[in-house]
């Protein structure tokens, strides 16, 4: 019976962690236990993870620069063209990204992938957002390392983190957070 309940477990919750092709654990390492769909809340106390930076050369070659929208709601979103769920949120970011002059998102992709694949890609899928290819090998080091895809955290106008999710995330979780931390901060 013990057996039974943690295949029924397992069956349930495997799907929730969403897609982590690529996600190995550290060398030495035990795998990880699945992620929870939505892992919400201020990052760890550790000030560069509250303040994160972020620089980032964009697929048309321009610089992007977290600590330039200061001021403005940041939502940087770790994807991959190979994530379903991570396909499914491009158009409603690019949406919240229109809609909204105090809310900039950025599209980090978190996959080898050469720059005229993704330009490619995005012919087909395209995004309003900024969109930059990130080193799989070498992410971003103010921010965790996505443990599955989509990742997203969500900065507030002054650069701290205000809540990050694992998982699809919807514009309409970002507005209410954004709501939340605005009248609680």
């Known amino acids: 019976m013990k057996l039974r309940l943690d295949a029924l477990l397992l069956a349930f919750c495997l799907p929730l962690v969403a897609c982590t092709q690529g996600a190995a654990p550290e060398a030495g390492s035990a795998a990880p236990s699945p992620p929870s ?49 991570c396909l499914k949120e491009i158009p409603d970011l690019s949406a919240l990204h229109d809609a ?13 992938i050469a720059v005229e694949d993704m330009r490619a890609f ?21 921010f965790d390392t996505p443990r599955g895809l989509p990742m997203t955290w969500l900065i507030a106008p002054d650069g701290r983190v205000a809540e990050k999710f694992l998982g ?16 609680s901060g």
Not at 122 to 142: G, M, R
């Open 122 to 142: 995005l012919q087909k899928h395209p995004a309003s957002y900024p969109i930059a290819i990130v080193d799989v090998y070498a992410p971003p080091a103010d």
């Open 168 to 183: 699809p995330v919807t514009s309409a979780d970002l507005t209410r957070a954004i709501e939340a931390a605005a009248t």
């Open 37 to 85: 769909p939505q892992e919400q809340g201020p990052a760890a106390d550790d000030a560069a993870v509250q303040r994160p930076a972020l620089a980032v050369t964009l697929l048309d070659g321009s610089a992007w620069d977290i600590a330039a929208q200061r001021g403005r709601w940041v939502v940087v979103n770790f994807w991959a063209t190979w994530c379903k769920p």
């Open 100 to 112: 909204r002059e105090d809310v900039e998102v950025i599209g980090l992709a978190y996959e080898e």
